[in-house]
């Protein structure tokens, strides 16, 4: 210590001598790269090296900007922003956090969801114009200890509900958690909460949507987010037999709630990518794909609980399935199976699926399956700026009033997407206009609406 600080005086003294002894004006950068070397070897500090340029504005100026600089190169956590938002990473590269803002902007008319029934299609006279902030999002992720060793969480923080719900249903959320262990690709654990691997239409981010919103055979399919845990991988990479694998075993409750009975959700799915690449779950061809790349997947989910369907808010029930009861907890079995396919190249990309799910009323003892599916197809007239879209959605489900009968709805649906400062998905205007049609299978009446959205979704 001692040691130092006699080296920190004779080399200010020295310093001092040459500043001195020689003049500023001939000299100065002479001073200034003595000084700035003291500083950088550490033996100078900051406060010891800037009275030495009293006088000599520029040049303390100038040392204070390269002081600042080692302070900054010297810092043991470097900061940068990045497409996954603002990143804080340590020098060693073990320890990294993304942080991003997300906000989706949205105005409806004239209804704001999907109409599901002929009451849906019969609202009031003057419909619904609304503005909503539909999502609202802080997302965290990175790794830690390892890059391998992964960690993501998602806070809802806002969402929008309607003027007959609680206050609570505006509440913010915590919707994602989970832990990667991916130190080999070809198996991958991941534990916690999330949007499960069984299709692409409902893992893509609903920031990196072709339309608006998905389609309307989401809400009757997803199985959404469950607790659970997950093995994955990727085998023959690069070959024609590349392929991806998901498996996992989840509590089938679905988002935030235990496992209240001894059954688990089971789930697993296979995905073919013909050209040896495998494609990122995101819809739209913005990155400009520049050699063709295609996936095919099958699919398989079975659960046995009181749920008929899932969303970000939970278990829940669709419509004409009434709420199991305390006794019944294990009312519906049901066994669900999926087809996709999806494909890119230079702005042109599109992607299907198609549905079957069957559910067992286990109290009624009676049986039901439903089917549905949707195609759509993007292309970017002005590479990574300018695209448009458009998708068909079919849908065959019981009908409410009495499920001996089907229902059938259909979507079609055209719209734009326009990419704003090069940022992709992270900044976007979107807008769509639908047709969305019902054939009631009860009445044998059919019904249809036109709607139209706009939005604005911007992540930073």
Avoid at 225 to 250: E, P, S
Avoid at 336 to 348: E, L, R, T, V
């Amino acid at each position: 210590m001692m040691n130092n600080k006699l080296n920190s005086l004779v080399a200010a003294a020295l310093a001092g001598s040459v500043l001195m002894s020689f003049g500023t004006a001939a000299n100065a950068d002479a001073t200034f790269d003595l000084l700035n070397t003291l500083v950088e070897k550490g033996v100078l500090t900051e406060e010891e090296a800037l009275p030495l340029m009293k006088g000599h504005a520029s040049d303390e100026k100038k040392l204070q900007k390269s002081i600042s600089k080692q302070v900054a190169g010297n810092f043991p956590v470097k900061v940068s922003h990045t497409k996954k938002g603002f990143r804080f990473e340590t020098d060693d590269g073990k320890f990294q956090t993304n942080l991003l803002w997300r906000a989706q902007l949205r105005f409806t008319t004239p209804t704001r969801s999907d109409p599901r029934n002929f009451d849906d299609f019969e609202p009031l006279a003057e419909g619904e114009n609304t503005f909503e902030a539909r999502r609202v999002r802080m997302k965290i992720g990175g790794h830690a200890y390892e890059p391998w060793l992964k960690y993501y969480f998602e806070v809802d923080l806002q969402p929008t509900r309607s003027t007959s719900d609680g206050g609570e249903k505006a509440s913010a959320r915590v919707i994602d958690w989970r832990v990667d262990v991916a130190k080999y690709d070809f198996a991958t654990l991941r534990v916690g909460q999330w949007k499960i691997n069984y299709n692409r239409e409902r893992v893509d981010s609903s920031g990196k949507q072709q339309f608006v919103e998905r389609s309307i055979v989401n809400r009757q399919f997803t199985i959404d987010r469950q607790v659970g845990a997950q093995l994955t991988g990727h085998l023959f990479k690069g070959t024609t037999a590349d392929m991806n694998y998901w498996a996992g075993v989840y509590t089938g409750e679905g988002r935030g709630v235990k496992n209240d009975d001894n059954n688990l959700m089971t789930m697993a799915r296979v995905q073919w990518n013909p050209f040896g690449r495998a494609l990122k779950w995101q819809q739209t061809d913005v990155e400009y794909t520049d050699k063709p790349t295609a996936s095919i997947s099958l699919a398989t989910a079975s659960n046995t609980g009181k749920c008929t369907r899932w969303s970000s808010s939970g278990c829940g029930n669709l419509d004409g399935f009434s709420k199991a009861s305390a006794a019944a907890n294990n009312q519906y079995e049901i066994d669900q199976y999926q087809q996709g396919s999806a494909f890119k190249y230079k702005g042109f990309s599109w992607q299907q699926e198609y549905h079957i799910k069957d559910i067992k009323d286990t109290v009624d003892n009676q049986s039901y399956r439903m089917k549905g599916g949707y195609a759509q197809a993007g292309y970017f007239f002005i590479p990574k700026r300018f695209e448009m879209a458009a998708r068909y959605a079919r849908l065959e489900e019981p009908n409410e009033t009495n499920k001996q009968f089907d229902n059938v709805r259909e979507e079609f649906t055209i719209g734009a997407n326009w990419f704003l400062f090069d940022a992709g998905h992270n900044n976007k205007l979107t807008a769509d206009i639908s047709r969305l049609t019902l054939d009631d299978g009860l009445t044998d009446k059919s019904y249809d609406d036109t709607r139209f959205r706009l939005q604005w979704d911007v992540s930073y």
